[in-house]
């Protein structure tokens, strides 16, 4: 049988880095679900995906918070971030903003988050191939 | 063909079913065809984007060989088992909801040469496969429904 390929495929951008820095806390609910979104469907498409909280953003993977952080389109986070965990992508919480701005305790936050400091945004950011910010 | 909550589950064919993956998969001669089973589609309601791996890839087994996303839903379609892409269904490229409509037919998604055949073997396959689908509709409280329009 003929392999019928379409004239012109998207790249396959298999293997690539991409750094996504969330800022967006539960403040604005319907601007959270995007990021982890996309961030699976990079996953899936085996594109080395993180991403980094800051500022407000730890809040949303504190233990509970997100289950009951309502989205306009229905449902709510938690099955986003879920979906972006089981396709691989890697949490990085900052551990400035949790402490001093979150006032987030230790152990509050989802399984699967690791604490980092600045300096780490500053080596994942000149080692993506791209970064994304929300 | 047994029908399980209104999901259609065609007896002939091999399944895998493996965290959020429910796919078939067909033998056609040396080469196997894989979708989408209809609990799967049901699951992540109106597919939107289809992006499935080019002839030539080689998958190792657990490999996505394809991206699915719904809205709701965005993922992988992993590689039940190893082998290299004969063919990727341009078909569902161009209208992703025939994972919807058509899953076991025109929703297709790709062909695969198997480079280790007896991998096929291990899927599930029969009453296994019906009494985990069974587990699974029961647990998530799937009830089919085919998308359209």
Request: proline share 7%.
């Amino acid at each position: 049988m003929a392999t019928t390929e379409p004239a012109v495929r998207p790249p396959d951008n298999a293997g690539k880095k991409i750094l996504m820095i969330m800022t967006t806390g539960p403040e604005d609910p319907d601007k959270t679900y995007a990021p982890f979104y996309t961030a699976a469907l990079m996953a899936a498409m085996e594109i080395d995906t993180t991403m980094y909280f800051l500022m407000h953003a730890p809040e949303l993977l504190v233990k509970g918070r997100a289950d009951s952080l309502p989205l306009k389109k229905g449902g709510n986070l938690r099955m986003f971030i879920d979906m972006a965990l089981e396709n691989g992508v890697k949490f990085l919480a900052c551990s400035e903003s949790c402490r001093d701005l979150c006032d987030i305790p230790e152990g509050a936050l989802l399984d699967g988050v690791k604490l980092v400091g600045s300096a780490t945004l500053a080596d994942l950011a000149l080692e993506a191939d791209s970064v994304i910010s929300f | 063909m047994t029908i399980e909550n209104g999901c259609e589950l065609p007896d002939e064919l091999y399944y895998f079913v493996e965290r959020s993956q429910m796919t078939w998969v067909r033998v056609d001669g040396g080469e196997v065809r894989i979708g989408l089973t209809d609990p799967a589609q049901t699951r992540a309601g109106k597919i939107l984007h289809v992006r499935v791996k080019a002839a030539g890839t080689a998958r190792e087994r657990g490999k996505p060989i394809a991206t699915v996303e719904s809205g709701k839903w965005a993922g992988p379609v992993i590689a039940p088992v190893s082998g290299e892409v004969v063919e990727a269904n341009v078909a569902v490229e161009q209208d992703p909801g025939l994972l919807n409509t058509d899953p076991y037919g025109k929703g297709w998604i790709v062909r695969m040469r198997p480079t280790h055949p007896e991998e096929v073997a291990q899927l599930l396959h029969g009453p296994a496969a019906l009494a985990k689908f069974r587990e699974i509709l029961q647990r998530d409280n799937i009830r089919c429904m085919r998308c359209q329009g």
